[in-house]
Nanobody
């Protein structure tokens, strides 16, 4: 089993910054993905940023150039640095870990609220 604990959400004005953190514990395999998703009220959950254990990253078009995903594999932690926040970034942000060994084993954090005021 894997447990994920997010932190760093809050209320910020448009143009501001926040950094989210997600600490993973438990059975984390060598090959894995650690991602950030978000879900706004009335909308489907969407992938915001993706990172792999070998260092690859990619982003949703809506956050490219503003958000940066990074990870510290020694600490089993993934971060999401969010700059130039916009009201449309308001959502619950979820950490997601996928262990990969012959199949995918997927785990979710409890979510952290990010609210951007205009």
């Amino acid at each position: 089993q894997v447990q994920l604990v997010e932190s760093g959400g809050g209320l910020v004005q448009a143009g501001g910054s926040l950094r989210l953190s997600c600490v993973a514990s438990g059975n984390i395999l060598r090959i894995n993905y650690m991602d950030w998703y978000r879900q706004a009220p009335g909308k489907q959950r969407e992938l915001v940023a993706h990172s792999t254990s070998d260092g690859s990253t990619n982003y949703a078009d809506s956050v490219k150039g503003r958000f940066t995903i990074s990870r510290d594999n020694a600490k089993n932690t993934v971060y999401l640095q969010m700059n130039n926040l916009k009201p449309e970034d308001t959502a619950v942000y979820y950490c997601n870990l996928v262990n990969i060994y012959m199949r995918r084993y997927e785990y979710w954090g409890q979510g952290t609220q990010v609210t951007v005021s205009s």
